[in-house]
């Protein structure tokens, strides 16, 4: 098969546009007049009013969030029953489904005698986890969910990023249990 | 003698305080007015007992760190000329400020005094041969750091400065041809007429060629964007690459000097100085009949504060230019310089001439 060959037609400069000027100051009348329009919306919003128009883009991070998404996989919990105790009954369905090996579950002898078995322990090491959600989806008792909305996962060394039971149940507001600064005891 | 010597230095600490002043508050003018425009908040976290004002704090901020931060000479870089580098440059940036007169002669305590530093015949001279000598920090610099980089940024700023040397000196000869003369204050007296009473004799009006092709050649001699070709911090970093801490802070003050400088100049020179139009020595003559009479001291300081919000209005211009344009290749660099406004200055030299032999 021949080869296409595709002609690109370049748009010519006019006169106008050759000696720049005119380009220059239409470039100039755009900023110049966002400049005065988002000054006067800052002085707007100084003064308490014209709050519903925006004047920056801008998120400030650490104060406002920007909103997810419900469903967005986030830090996992551990759903508890009524009286605080975890839901979970220590069927390794996770442990078994979790293509990045993350779970580590010991079962123990549940105290009522109609419900089987309980955790004795249950690590997550979010080192290892690659939020895929596939432990919530095979969970037959909805002891796991990913819907903490935390995802500001970050830690000093390997081993604070592995959470236990205790963390799972009550999830850390700041996102993640702060140990350790720099591998030191604060 | 001595009073005479007392009265210029107070006038060189008022001159030099003004400028650093403003030349500190442009890095967070820059920040700020580039976030505006580009509708985001700009630099706003620095803060003392958790005050923030507007992110004032962060200039203090950066020359904190400036002064703090380790200050590194390459191996093979040539010590003495790597030191002298950034001094030259912000040196003779400040001292052309000098020239500048920044209002009328004001008459107290029975003297009169010119608000002016340097009262020079040949001021224009003086602050050419300033910005001339400007360009040897960036040689210096490139030189003496021994980088490649720095050594192309070095040899790019030179060409490009000369370059717009002569259109810069070329355009203004028209503004001198005007005004018959090279002191400074002597052309802000100039422009003090007006048009049939009505409009104001600014250089704009009479030279609006001359003063657009300085302004553009002024800018290219601040070696801001567009016009950015020592520095091209995308591809070489430039002449200073080498340099860090309170030694590349000079050479980033003297980018900020310079453009209050080139300010200043377009105002003196083109934009009637701290003339305010239809303001007389003895009050507003208003074009339609009627006199505001002022006293002398109200006089001079609305002249003065006209002067200021000139170079402010200028300053925010040449900010509004560096954060809308994209750079200059460098071929297109010279052919605008030498193939466009060159010749263009030259004939508003021609034409200047021929209207004022014509006009008598």
């Known amino acids: ?16 546009e050759k000696i720049y000027l005119p380009e220059i100051f239409r470039g100039l009348w755009i900023t110049a007049s966002k400049f005065w329009r988002n000054i006067f919306v800052h002085t ?67 105290p009522d005698p109609n419900v089987e078995k309980a955790p004795k322990s249950f690590v997550l090491d979010l080192g290892k986890c690659v ?54 005891k604060s | 003698m001595l009073e005479q010597l007392a009265i210029k230095t107070a006038l060189s600490v008022i001159m030099v305080a003004f400028v650093m002043s403003i030349a500190g508050l442009l890095t967070w003018v820059e920040r700020k007015q580039s976030a505006v425009m580009q509708d985001r908040v700009g630099a706003n976290r620095a803060s003392i007992f958790g005050f923030r004002i507007l992110g004032l704090f962060h200039p203090i901020a950066d020359v904190i760190k400036m002064v703090m931060k380790e200050d590194f000479t390459p191996s093979g870089a040539q010590r003495f000329l790597f030191t002298l580098a ?27 005094i010119s608000l002016q530093v340097a009262q020079l015949d040949i001021g224009l001279l ?46 203004i000869l028209g503004a001198v041809m005007v005004y018959s003369t090279l002191d400074l204050q002597g052309m802000v007296m100039a422009q003090g007429k007006h048009l049939w009473g009505l409009i104001p004799m600014w250089g704009i009006i009479v030279q609006p060629v001359g003063a657009l092709l300085f302004m553009t050649a002024a800018l290219a001699e601040t070696k ?9 911090e995308s591809e070489i970093v430039g002449y200073f690459v080498e340099y860090s801490g309170m030694k590349f802070g000079m050479f980033f003050m003297t980018d900020f000097i310079e453009t209050i400088l080139v300010a200043m100049i377009m105002t003196t020179v083109f934009f009637g100085g701290w003339q305010v139009p239809w303001l007389f020595a003895d009050g507003i003559h208003w074009p339609w009949g009627g006199v505001v009479a002022m006293s002398h001291g109200v006089v001079v300081g609305l002249q003065v504060l006209s002067f200021v919000f000139k170079v402010v209005a200028f300053i925010w211009f040449f900010m509004i230019i560096r954060w809308t344009l994209p750079r200059f290749r460098y071929d297109q660099l010279m052919r605008l310089g030498w193939k466009y406004m060159f010749p263009v200055s030259l004939a508003n030299i021609v034409i200047t001439g021929l209207v004022l032999v014509l006009i008598g």
Request: proline share 7%; glycine share 8%; net charge neutral.
């Open chain 1, 1 to 16: 098969m021949p080869a296409k060959t595709v002609t690109v037609q370049r748009p010519e400069l006019n006169f106008w």
């Open chain 1, 44 to 110: 707007a919003h100084r003064l308490g009013l014209m709050k519903s128009v925006e004047a920056a883009v801008t998120i400030q991070y650490p104060e406002e969030m920007r909103p997810t998404s419900p469903r967005l996989r986030t830090r996992h919990r551990l759903t508890q029953r009524e009286d605080g105790s975890p839901r979970c009954v220590s069927c390794m369905m996770c442990e078994t489904v979790c293509p990045a090996h993350c779970i580590y579950i010991v079962a123990g002898e549940h």
């Open chain 1, 131 to 184: 939020y895929c959600g596939f432990c919530v989806e095979a969970c037959p008792e909805d002891a796991i969910r990913m819907d903490t909305q935390i995802h500001t996962i970050a830690a000093y060394s390997r081993e604070e990023m592995i959470l236990d039971m205790q963390e799972l149940l009550n999830p850390s507001p700041g996102g993640m249990p702060q140990k350790t600064f720099y591998g030191k």
């Open chain 2, 86 to 112: 950034p001094v030259v440059s912000v040196t003779f940036a400040i001292a052309a400020v000098a020239a500048i007169p920044f209002g009328p002669e004001l008459q107290a305590f029975g003297r009169t």
């Open chain 2, 126 to 171: 003086y602050i050419f041969a300033m910005m001339s000598l400007g360009v040897y920090g960036v040689i210096l610099a490139g030189i003496s750091s021994n980088n490649n980089y720095a050594f192309l940024g070095g040899l790019r700023g030179a060409s490009q400065m000369l370059s717009y040397e002569i259109t810069l000196g070329v355009a």
């Open chain 2, 224 to 232: 801001r964007i567009p016009f950015d070709l020592p520095e091209g």
